[in-house]
């Protein structure tokens, strides 16, 4: 049976794989409403409990800093930042 040790092993590996740290350009074009979600995805990902995720627990810091620059951009260029935090404010008054 496998461990939750070889796994995060198994997730280390494939993330030090030479060239895995080079920069690669994606011509994405997807919806505003795929920005918005793909936004909500990745700051609940990165704000999940370590052990929600293996893999998201093996990142570096400098990762987490990347995924949350992509999602910031993403927004930019979508026009969505303003509305996107009116979102943020009113789920967390939700939450209450």
Known sequence: MI??????????????IPGMSEPVKIDLKISRKNVLLLSHLITMGLDSKKEDSML???????SRQDLKSISEECLIKA???ELNEKLSVLSDSAKL
Do not use: C, H, M, P
């Open 56 to 62: 998201l627990d093996s990142i570096s810091s400098d």
């Open 3 to 16: 461990t939750k040790n070889d796994v995060a092993k198994v997730f280390d590996t494939v993330l030090s």
């Open 79 to 81: 026009g969505l930042v």
